[in-house]
């Protein structure tokens, strides 16, 4: 895998609950679709706000937008849940029950590669 | 206009029923108070599925409710291993038929508990749960934590209503009384309120139990210097904290759930307040994320004696989580049509399930267009419950509170919808004369 | 054959509220009551075969919080029971702690159609009735629990009985619940802080003792035509010495007149409350001085909470002495308190013949029935499941008519039972009217229920029948057992709902609940209190409260008016 090695968790947000009833809109998507690092991981990645990331995992790949927060520790990323931060998370629960939503390794890249719209990420599982 | 008071929120597990709205010409027009920004957004409503769908040549047309209640009746009679999956926000009234369908053609009756706190529940059934109802938080808790969890953003009213923020019989200084520690892997809108703010490694919480287990016993000589991330003063500084409480509530979120061990961190959560409660009063709760999640382990308890992914296959109820937990199901290509009621797996399963979601014939009863309904192959539109419909809700401490009928609708309620796919199914049934 | 006509020809009936004692009598059955006589009617033939009213269990924990909370932490007891689907019944599952269609199917089959649910923590109610409504074919009611409350505590320090009674009204109408239960009283909200009481110590903060909370409830009780006593779970229950404690709490009431016919107190599974000795190591049975007290005094009714031999699920809203079973066996465990009211708690338990403290504790259950003279005060229970699963009434039955049965059981348990406790030297045998008495007799009458049609088979009673494949004259204590657990027929308000031992249609039962009336002003100033209650320290509103109407499909009232003096 390209890029920087860090820990992916997923989780809610206040504006992502607002809008569980909304998932298509505008609002949804530019909560949703982002990928949550501390500012010293962004300057490494050269990656500005509003910049695109690549996030690979061993089960997919998804491209989000980055944004700032430094609440993070460094090499911890954190995409609310969702479709775009489940594109990267396995469905195997090795039993448990559980899938592994947060605690995936996972690699982070500056990419300048689109994020896919709710319905077109849907649609990459029906191939 | 016309006020509602007493009003009960339908979206997260806070289940708070003091809202006052304002209705007028058969709208919900205004959240006067009561609701955080979460709720609120739930009350005033969002842009619905106008009408029933069936799927024709890859696009959804609209039809009616009687020709897409006997298309979904088709797909589950014909269906070999059919899996009814979600239920979390709906009411306990729309759940119970639920389990009678499950129990009518063999299906799978599974609720988002598999992706949120199934291990909670995994862990109460190796070690049991020391816990309460909300008011007694309200009433005595002068030391509350919160594990993993970010209720600033997740239960927003949790605070002021029941644990840090709010006041009540032996807490009547709110804050001031008490004692707040936010043990997380990040900092968040949640640790920036708390007295002592734990940063934990992330994965490691297990650890972190363990170590305070270890000291709240009297072996503070066993932990080592640093302990997941976390010194070891700050861990000792944690447990005084626990000794000289009067009542510690433990709160706990996804951040334990979801990560490495699993359920063994909710037993691990569980033995520490034990380990507390050598020393003071202590409970521990799971923060449950919908309204009714815990209504459906409820209903389908005492109905079938399991909690959730129950496979009715065999003619009785089978319990084997991970076996046939929805995920695991759909990452298996184990089952050969779902019909999908008051969730979204599109949006918050794992992608790699979604591709056999793709493949087979899918059913969606919601109020509202998401990720999911792009995998429906019949889409009937609900009332919304707690809004349009009324029915029974379990809080997140089992606190049974009825949801009320604020407006009229045209839309089916949840429980009509599934009790109409069933009769439909028993009358194919007794065509074939089986 | 005419609609809703039965004839139930030639058995031999057992009907103790109305002094049939084993008579060869045909019972006529129209419209779901029994009546004098049958024109054209479906006929069962119950030649030679006992036959006595449907059996009303007084107290049984079946449907409520701490039930399911049991349920959903002991997967390994639900995979214990499970039956399939058939036509007629949806699946089973459950051991001690059945799902809710078992616990309706098993007690049918023995010939049960009235259970009273023994506590329901009154926050919760909405759940305790929304399980009864998924228990086919019994009638039920709930008694909610009102000796923990904040409401109640404070009325008996400022010693305002009216109000209390005011706020018992309240409370049994806004649970759709039946009359007052107490479970440890004071020491569940002790448990609040992790901490407990006996009888006379102060509750924390609240400064009264449960000694004074149950005269005052005791009293209040009687200020309405209330169809039951209070229900009480004394203090320290478990605990070696008890029973000094328990005649204590039953001498509480003794002044206090009932409005009717029965006693002022009805105290619960009380094996757990006839203990003596001071440690787990001198344990040893104080039933007979128990059984004394009962035979010399008619202000208390019992039941035994006799113990089945086996795994079971301990559930009580006494929270304090379950967290210590809890210590004693390290198995698991769950607790839930109640806020302002009460709480719970639930731990698996296994009851051995081969420890010497099980061994006491199954011969006390059986000996309070034996050593009680008049089967009228008695009513067979095993606290389901805390001391037992329902499904194991059958062996006590047994046990009590076959001193044998008793004799070869003893056998193979501890030798305890020879010198710290009573049963082997005792000779009595029950005869089929006594075990009438305490399955139906009893219960119907203590209970308030006889004159609503239940446990009895005279003119006007509900058709509620046990018919039973056994000769009255059977005393092989197998066979006896085994015509108990699975009935020839079970009537239910005069529908074939069992037939040969097995479950034939499963009817909806009703829910039986009472409205205590209460003057208007009292009712009035009570409400001022008790909405401050909820506006500081309830978690939910005032008017979200109250269980509404929808979770009673099928209710049956019961009205108790104020006393005028």
């Not at chain 2, 926000?89 to 129990?103: N, Q, R």
């Not at chain 3, 009985?161 to 239960?181: C, M, N, Q, R, S």
């Not at chain 3, 409400?527 to 099928?554: E, G, R």
């Amino acid at each position: 895998m390209e890029g920087m090695n860090v820990r992916l968790i997923s989780g809610r947000t206040a504006v992502q609950g607002q809008n569980l009833d909304s998932k298509l809109t505008e609002k949804y998507f530019d909560e949703v679709a982002v990928c949550n690092l501390n500012g010293n991981d962004m300057e490494k990645l050269n990656v500005a706000k509003d910049d695109y990331v690549k996030v690979t995992t061993a089960y997919g790949t998804v491209i989000v937008k980055a944004k700032q927060d430094d609440g993070n520790p460094e090499g911890l990323i954190f995409i609310p849940m969702g479709p775009w931060c489940n594109a990267v998370i396995s469905g195997d629960t090795h039993g448990a029950g559980m899938p592994s939503f947060k605690g995936v390794d996972a690699t982070v890249e500056k990419t300048a590669e689109a994020v896919l719209q709710v319905k077109e990420l849907m649609r990459t599982y029906m191939e | 206009m016309v006020e509602i008071t007493d009003v009960v929120c339908s979206l997260c597990g806070c289940v708070c029923d003091d809202i006052v709205l304002e209705v007028e010409n058969n709208e919900v027009v205004k959240v006067k108070r009561g609701a955080c920004s979460v709720g609120k957004a739930k009350l005033l409503g969002h842009e619905r599925i106008k009408s029933p769908m069936i799927r024709e040549n890859g696009e959804l047309k609209e039809c009616s409710y009687d020709e897409a209640i006997k298309k979904a009746a088709e797909i589950l009679y014909k269906s070999r291993r059919p899996l009814l999956y979600g239920w979390s926000s709906t009411v306990c009234e729309a759940d119970k038929v639920g389990v009678e369908l499950a129990e009518d053609i063999g299906a799978i009756i599974d609720n988002t508990a598999s992706v949120c706190h199934g291990p909670s529940v995994l862990a109460i059934q190796d070690v049991g749960l020391p816990s309460c109802t909300l008011g007694e938080v309200k009433n005595r808790a002068d030391l509350v934590i919160y594990w993993g969890a970010n209720p600033a953003q997740a239960h927003a009213n949790h605070m002021k209503r029941y644990s840090y923020v709010s006041k009540g019989y032996w807490t009547a200084e709110g804050k001031k009384g008490k004692k707040l520690v936010v043990m997380d892997v990040r900092k968040t809108m949640t640790s920036k309120m708390a007295d002592v703010f734990v940063q934990v490694k992330q994965g490691k919480d297990y650890q972190v139990f363990s170590a305070l287990r270890a000291i709240l016993r009297g072996h503070e000589d066993v932990v080592p210097d640093e302990v997941g991330g976390v010194p070891k003063a700050q861990l000792l500084e944690v447990a005084s904290m626990v000794k000289e409480a009067k009542f510690m509530m433990t709160f706990f979120g996804m951040g334990v759930t979801h990560t490495g061990a699993r359920h063994n961190n909710i037993v691990n959560a569980i033995q520490f307040t034990r380990a507390a409660h050598l020393h003071t009063k202590a409970n521990i709760m799971p923060l449950r994320g919908h309204y009714n999640v815990a209504g459906i382990n409820q209903v389908c308890t005492w109905e079938t004696g399991f909690p959730f992914a129950i496979d009715l296959s065999r003619g009785y109820p089978w319990y084997n989580p991970g076996e046939a937990s929805a995920t695991d199901l759909l990452y298996r290509a184990d089952c050969d049509s779902a019909m999908i009621i008051a969730s979204d797996p599109g949006a918050h399963f794992p992608g790699e399930s979604l591709r056999h979601l793709a493949k087979i014939p899918t059913i969606q009863i919601d109020p509202y267009a998401n990720p999911t309904t792009e995998f429906a192959d019949v889409v009937i539109p609900a009332a919304v419950s707690g809004i349009e419909a009324e029915g029974n809700v379990y809080r997140m401490d089992n606190v049974p509170i009825r949801l009320r009928k604020i407006i009229d609708t045209d839309y089916l309620p949840d429980e009509e919808i599934v009790e109409r796919i069933l009769t439909e199914v028993r009358a194919l049934r007794e065509k074939e004369g089986e | 054959m005419a609609d809703g006509e039965l004839l139930i020809r030639n058995g031999v009936v057992y009907d103790p509220i109305n002094g049939v004692k084993g008579e060869k009598k045909d019972i006529c059955i129209q419209d779901g009551k029994i009546v004098e006589s049958v024109t054209n009617p479906k006929v069962i033939d119950a030649e030679g075969r006992v036959v006595m009213p449907g059996g009303v269990d007084i107290h049984a924990h079946i449907a409520g919080g701490k039930v399911n909370a049991g349920r959903i932490m002991r997967p390994e007891d639900e995979r214990k029971g499970v039956e399939p689907k058939t036509k007629v019944c949806r699946v089973q599952s459950g051991y001690s702690i059945p799902n809710t269609f078992a616990t309706g199917y098993r007690y049918a089959k023995m010939g049960y159609t009235f259970v009273m649910e023994a506590a329901m923590p009154p926050l919760l109610a909405r759940h305790t009735h929304e399980e009864m409504v998924d228990i086919p074919i019994l009638d039920n009611a709930a008694m909610p629990l009102i000796d923990n409350n904040w409401m109640t505590m404070e009325y008996v320090k400022s010693g305002d009985t009216d109000l209390l009674a005011a706020y018992i009204a309240w409370i049994i109408k806004a649970t759709k619940g039946y009359g007052v239960k107490v479970v440890n009283p004071g020491g569940t909200e002790a448990w609040g802080w992790a901490k407990n009481c006996d009888l006379n110590d102060a509750v924390p903060y609240f400064d009264v003792t449960p000694a004074e909370i149950v005269k005052c409830l005791g009293e209040a009780n009687e200020k309405f035509e209330m169809p039951h006593s209070i229900h009480v779970h004394g203090n320290m229950l478990g605990h070696p010495g008890n029973y000094e404690v328990t005649t204590a709490t039953y001498d509480l009431v003794k002044g206090i007149k009932p409005y009717r016919d029965r006693p002022a107190m009805h105290a619960t599974h009380t094996q757990f409350h006839s203990y003596g000795g001071t440690t787990w190591g001198n344990f040893e049975s104080k039933a007979g001085a128990i059984a004394d007290y009962i035979n010399n005094n008619d202000h208390v009714s019992i039941d035994l909470g006799s113990v089945i031999l086996g795994d079971t699920t301990t559930m009580t809203a006494d929270g304090p002495m379950e967290y210590s079973l809890y210590q004693i066996t390290g198995r698991k465990w769950t607790n839930h308190d109640v806020e302002l009211e009460t709480g719970s708690g639930i731990t698996p338990f296994l009851y051995s013949g081969k420890v010497s403290v099980h061994t006491i504790q199954w011969a006390i259950g059986q000996e309070l029935a034996l050593l009680v003279k008049d089967p009228w005060k008695i009513a067979l229970t095993t606290d389901h499941p805390n001391a037992g699963p329902f499904i194991g009434y059958p062996i006590i039955i047994s046990m009590l008519m076959s001193k044998k049965r008793r004799e070869e059981s003893a056998e193979a348990m501890h030798k305890a039972i020879f010198d710290r406790a009573e049963l082997p030297s005792i000779d009595r045998e029950y005869d089929l009217n006594e075990i009438a008495i305490i399955t139906r007799g009893m219960a119907a009458k203590t209970l308030g229920l006889a004159e609503h049609g239940k446990g009895h088979l005279g003119v006007g009673a509900d058709a509620d029948v046990a018919v039973y494949d056994m000769s009255p004259e059977e005393r092989d204590a197998g066979k006896i057992q085994k015509a108990f657990l699975n009935t020839k027929y079970t009537i239910k308000a005069g529908e074939i709902v069992v037939k040969d031992g097995e479950v034939v249609a499963t009817p909806p039962g009703r829910t039986i609940f009472v409205t205590p009336e209460c003057d208007d002003k009292l009712m009035d100033e009570m409400m001022v209190t008790l909405k401050d209650k909820f506006d500081k320290y309830y978690s939910v509103t005032f008017n979200n409260y109250p269980v509404q109407d929808a979770y009673l499909p099928h209710p049956y009232e019961i009205k108790a008016p104020w006393r005028s003096s």
